[in-house]
């Protein structure tokens, strides 16, 4: 007998080694005129990146290009979408590691609000989200949170009143997750570490939850599978596409996993820590590590993984 379970939609997801090319052909699908969301520096500075804006401008997209520093404050959300006016937007395109795709969720979430996206935000918002929102396109380039499947932006403010809340609606999910393992292989070693412990502690916490499902039990035992073989291996080679490729199904897999089955303690514990201080959630899992590798040691025996 089956339990009862629900699964959420997903995004049209795209995966592959190079699959970046084809990134004109999807927002095609949209219009013309874009909004670029990225990182400060290591997307930017690739030949990837040069080859993108040379084939949009070719094919007569036009573009505003916001970048993100780091997590995202309502204040650069509002900033970006105050940005635009009342211009005319067809797609929000978001290339970077989660807190990146975040904020250009949340972009499109707020384009053409007149209030602040603080506002909106789950416990410290006092008003609910419509779900309207401009088409998102979410492409990765480190293998952590899983932001290209879920339906939320976590948003950040850091300091003694600090906090970190999602924006929150199923209409958020991107149309489409374009997720090339390649793009990551420019990450530095310690972050690829610190998303590589998030994507873990997501898929653990997942497969470990009384709201899982046999979809996303299979999906988080094929994702603890992939760290197995590739966490430790990436951070010692980060170049070598195909642990880096494993790294990018198990984020994805994480994403998909924690929208459905939730998360767990350690969390909870993580965004607390979070919104008072500016560490990264892998840094943080640390601690917590040895306890949740003893857990998975007897999932990993019981599966065979």
């Known amino acids: 007998m089956v ?6 939609r997903i995004p049209a997801i795209h995966f592959g080694n190079g699959i970046i090319a084809r990134l004109p052909a999807f927002a095609s699908q949209f219009g013309r ?6 990182g400060k520096g290591s997307f930017l500075n690739s030949q990837q990146a040069e080859r993108l804006f040379t084939d949009l ?8 290009h916001f970048i993100i520093p780091g997590e995202p404050s309502p204040e650069i959300i509002d900033q970006s979408v105050n940005a635009i006016n009342d211009e005319k937007i067809d797609l929000v395109i978001g290339i970077g590691g989660g807190s990146v795709l975040d904020a250009g969720k949340a972009v499109s979430a707020m384009l053409y609000k007149s209030d602040s996206v603080k506002e909106y935000l ?8 419509p779900g309207t929102k401009v088409p998102y396109i979410a492409v990765p380039t480190t293998s952590g949170t899983g932001s290209e499947a879920t339906k939320n932006a976590v948003i950040s403010q850091t300091g003694a009143a600090g906090f970190k809340r999602s924006l929150r609606h199923d209409n958020f999910v991107p149309e489409i997750a374009l997720v090339d393992p390649e793009l990551t292989t ?6 690829t570490a610190a998303s590589g412990m998030d994507c873990f502690t997501q898929l653990t916490e997942a497969y470990l939850s009384d709201k899982s499902g046999p979809f996303t039990d299979a999906l988080a035992l094929e994702g603890l599978k992939e760290i197995r073989k590739s966490l430790v291996r990436v951070c010692i080679d980060g170049s070598d596409t195909g642990t880096r490729s494993g790294m990018s199904f198990a984020a994805l897999t994480s ?3 924690l929208a459905n089955a ?8 993580a965004s607390s820590m979070g919104a008072r201080y500016d560490i990264p959630h892998g840094v943080i899992w640390e601690p917590s590590c040895l306890l949740q590798m003893t857990l998975m040691s007897g999932i990993a025996e019981e599966w065979k993984c």
């Open 33 to 38: 005129r874009l909004i670029i969301v990225t």
């Open 57 to 64: 401008k070719k094919d007569g997209f036009v573009w505003q």
């Open 3 to 8: 339990n009862s379970f629900q699964f959420a």
């Open 186 to 191: 420019r990450c530095p070693a310690d972050i």
């Open 255 to 257: 994403g998909i996993c």
């Open 262 to 269: 939730g998360l767990g303690v350690v969390h909870g514990f």
């Open 122 to 129: 789950e416990v410290t918002g006092t008003k609910t989200h």
